[in-house]
């Protein structure tokens, strides 16, 4: 069979040339498909941000059983542990992964890759080693900043784990369309005006620009990645 990814299709063309339900249609494809090879251990990362809510809510399309893991951390504002709360009420085939390692003080001023790593990327590895994931699908959108323009559809990063990014080519406002048009709850911060959310300390309000441009705002890693993208989710992890 030949699938969507193996038609080698270019990125930016999709973003531009595809007609919103044309994306949406690809999206479910996407989904559809690795669903068909990965069964149950195709499970969906949920940020709790827009994207992740728009894909939780495509996933659901594809298979209600379709399960989910939500990682979060002690510094993430409370209207978000709010809306997790609400979220895992109603889908409680969403896990929370979280870590209590101890780090230290203001570690997010100092040394925010290293922040990163102890309370995103460690309970990541570990959702994905408890929960037998063998594909997760995510959120990604390249329009989003600078680092997410070089991601693929359907990649394997991490031998022997599939990552799937089914509306990577979406823009900010489909993404926002397709939340409208199926009634889909989002995070109330986004009331306020943020257009990407993560940890209190590390998200600030901006206008105009990027998305991603509010992260870790006047740091080294302003506009960047907390890791879950970039860093290995698999190899030399403790069984
Ligand atoms: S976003 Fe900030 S507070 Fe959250 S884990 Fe990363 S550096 Fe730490």
Redesign the pocket.
Known sequence: MVTLVDKGEDLKELVQNLTFKEKVDRALQLIQEAYEVHGDSLVVAHSLGKDSCAVWDLAKKVNPKIRGFIVT????PRTTKEFMNYMVKIYPELKVFESHAE?PHE??KT??????????VEPTRRAIREMGVGCWVTGLRCTEGRTRTDYLEREERDKGLIKLNPILPWEEREVWQYLALYQVPVNPLYGEGFRSL??????HLTAGGSERDG??LDTS?CGGE?GIHTRPLKDNVPA
């Open positions: 951390t002690r510094f993430k780090i570690l997010y040394d925010p890759d290293r922040c990163c790593d102890a309370l995103k993560g940890c209190e300390p590390c998200t992260r870790w890693k907390c």
